[in-house]
């Protein structure tokens, strides 16, 4: 499965986390659809990746990321 914080304020930060139901036994690579990849070594059965949440642009109407 894959999640991702729920709320983060402009600028923060975002931790995607992919979870696996048993251990890898090999190294497991999700690409995420922003380039971001997380990695889940043998063995274990999550990992995450970090990314920068977007600032609003004052040229651009405000957004949100889900």
Do not use: H, M, R
Not at 2 to 29: D, F, M, Q
Not at 45 to 63: E, H, I, L, N
Request: no cysteine; aromatic share 4%.
């Amino acid at each position: 499965s894959l999640s991702a914080t729920g709320s983060v304020a402009e600028g923060g930060s975002i931790v995607y986390t992919a979870t696996l139901t048993n251990a890898a036994g090999s190294p497991v690579t999700v690409t995420l659809s922003n380039g971001a990849v997380i990695t889940i070594d043998a063995g274990k059965t999550f990992g995450t990746a970090t990314v920068a949440a977007p600032t609003d642009d004052v040229y651009k109407d405000a957004g949100s990321v889900q």
